[in-house]
C-alpha cells in the first residue's frame, strides 16, 4: 500500500516549491574574492622606497656639518710663510698638506660605519630605497663637509692672508683636498656597512628557521 504525497495543486503558490527529496538545495553564487591588481602593492612598494631614499638622504646629508667641524678640528696645519712679495711654505719638506686628505678620509670612515650601522638598526630591514638614501645622502654630506670645511677653515685666498699676516709673519694655508677621491670614502663606508648588517641579520633569520621539509601532517581517523 503506497503513501500518498502531497499533489502540487495542493500547495501555497506563495511558498517556494520544496526540493524533491534526496535532491541538493540551491547553490548559492561564489563570493567573488578581492585580489590586489598588478599595481596596488607594487605602487606601494614604489612609494615606500621613494620616501626612504629621500627622508634617508636628508638625515645623512645633515650630518656633513659635523663632519666638515671635525675635519676642520682635526687636520693638521700647514703654515705658510710670506715676505712681502712671494708665499712659500714655512717648511717645505712637512706632510701637513697630505695630512689634510688623510683626516678627511679617516672621519669619513669612521662616519660611514656609524651612520650606515644607525640606518640598518633603524628598520632593521634592507631595500633599495635605503641603499639608494644612505649613499647619495653620504655622498652629498661629503660634499658639503668639503666645501663647508674649506669655508669654516683659514682664508681660502691666500693673497689676501698674505696681506693680513704682514711681511715676515707665518699663517695657516686654507683647507683643500689634494686627492678628490677622498669624497667617497664617507658612502662606500656607509654601504659596506649596512650591507654587512643585512648579510649577519639574514644568516641569523636563517638559522632558526627549521632546516628541510615540513613535517607530514598526521593521519586523519575514519569514524
Known amino acids: 500500500m503506497s503513501v500518498p504525497t502531497p499533489s502540487s495543486h495542493n500547495q501555497d503558490p506563495s511558498q517556494p516549491a520544496a526540493p524533491p527529496q534526496g535532491a541538493a538545495g540551491p547553490v ?4 567573488a574574492e578581492w585580489t590586489p591588481g598588478p599595481n596596488d602593492e607594487g605602487g606601494a612598494s614604489a612609494g615606500r622606497e621613494v620616501r626612504d631614499a629621500v627622508l634617508y638622504g636628508l638625515g645623512v646629508a645633515v650630518v656633513g656639518v659635523v663632519f666638515a667641524l671635525l675635519w676642520v678640528w682635526m687636520a693638521p696645519k700647514v703654515p705658510l710663510f710670506t715676505d ?3 708665499v712659500y711654505l714655512k717648511d717645505p719638506e712637512g706632510e701637513e698638506a697630505f695630512g ?12 660611514g660605519v656609524v651612520t650606515g650601522a644607525l640606518v640598518f638598526y633603524s628598520r632593521r630591514i634592507g631595500g633599495v630605497g635605503l641603499a639608494v638614501g644612505l649613499g647619495l645622502g653620504a655622498l652629498a654630506g661629503s660634499f658639503l663637509a668639503w666645501r663647508l670645511g674649506v669655508w669654516l677653515g683659514p682664508e681660502s685666498d691666500m693673497a689676501v692672508a698674505a696681506k693680513e699676516a704682514g711681511k715676515g709673519a707665518t699663517f695657516d694655508a686654507p683647507m683643500k683636498l689634494q686627492a678628490k677621491g677622498v669624497l667617497l670614502a664617507w658612502p662606500l663606508a ?32 575514519k569514524s
Open 100 to 111: 689634510s686628505d688623510g683626516s678627511f678620509l679617516l672621519i669619513g670612515v669612521v662616519i
Open 28 to 31: 548559492p553564487p561564489p563570493v
Open 84 to 86: 712681502g712679495k712671494a
Open 190 to 221: 656607509a654601504l659596506v656597512t649596512h650591507l654587512a648588517l643585512t648579510v649577519v641579520q639574514w644568516l641569523r633569520d636563517a638559522g632558526a628557521a627549521p632546516l628541510g621539509p615540513p613535517p607530514p601532517p598526521p593521519p586523519v581517523e
